[in-house]
């Protein structure tokens, strides 16, 4: 399994709090991307990353923000968490940077991020 | 932009039915195009993959086949077990695009005994 390892699994939290999720990998690739996962809706891209301190919007930016001050750790903040917040949130890592044999590797996922904003 | 349509679940079948989830995409270049599966609490993992247009994927017994005359990837499998009940998801890669994916609605399958 590739080592992704996301906290925490579980957290509930009240509306207008900041929340901050963690991805921490053991794989020293470059590439790094946040989803949403929700019921209608599939994975939806929130923010990616390609290096370190290199990060940019997905399709569904808005209301997080992310940080990369390390190859190994990828941070998803919530500044004022909302109700429509509530998901469930994916980490996942691809090893394209591994050159261009990799290009069409899948992506590698953590386990998941089960929020509840009340 | 790129996106994956997937036929609507849930989809429920007996033990040792054939099983056809239907896949199609809308993408410029040559994308590849994965079937991702995910069970209860865990993220998704790879199930197959395909790179080039009439290249089939295939994995325990699942399979699909990259057509890109009809923009489709749909997953087969012939005879489906108790624990296949995962819910299923077409997606589709852009090499040139920072690896981003595009991943389709899912498709819940539950097989009976």
């Known amino acids: 399994d590739a080592g992704i390892t996301q906290s925490p699994r579980h957290k509930v939290t009240e509306t207008g709090t900041p929340v901050t999720l963690r991805c921490h990998q053991t794989?020293?690739?470059?590439?790094m991307y946040w989803y949403r996962q929700d019921p209608g809706h599939g994975l939806r891209l929130i923010h990616y990353?390609?290096?370190?301190?290199?990060?940019d919007k997905g399709e569904v930016s808005d209301g997080y923000s992310v940080s990369r001050s390390k190859t190994e750790d990828f941070l998803l903040t919530l500044e004022s968490a909302t109700s429509s917040q509530t998901s469930v949130y994916f980490c996942?890592?691809?090893?394209?940077?591994?050159?261009?044999?990799?290009?069409?590797?899948?992506?590698?996922f953590g386990n998941g991020t089960r929020l509840t904003v009340t | 932009g790129d996106s994956v349509t997937q036929m609507e679940g849930p989809v429920t079948l007996s033990e040792e039915a054939f099983l056809t989830i239907n896949c199609t995409y809308t993408?410029?270049?040559?994308?590849?195009l994965f079937w991702y599966v995910q069970y209860p609490g865990e993220g998704l993992q790879l199930l197959l993959k395909?790179?080039?247009?009439?290249d089939k994927g295939s994995n325990k017994g699942f399979e699909a086949t990259y057509r890109k005359e009809t923009t489709s990837f749909h997953l087969e499998k012939g005879s489906v077990q108790v624990s296949d009940s995962a819910v299923y998801f077409c997606?589709?890669?852009?090499?040139?695009?920072?690896?981003?994916?595009?991943f389709g609605d899912g498709t819940t399958l539950t097989v009976k005994p």
């Open positions: 990353s390609y290096g370190v301190k290199d990060t």
């Open positions: 996942a890592i691809s090893p394209m940077d591994r050159g261009k044999s990799s290009y069409n590797s899948p992506l590698h």
């Open positions: 997606a589709l890669t852009q090499n040139t695009n920072a690896g981003k994916s595009t």
């Open positions: 395909a790179t080039k247009a009439d």
């Open positions: 993408a410029t270049g040559y994308p590849s």
């Open positions: 794989e020293n690739h470059r590439y």
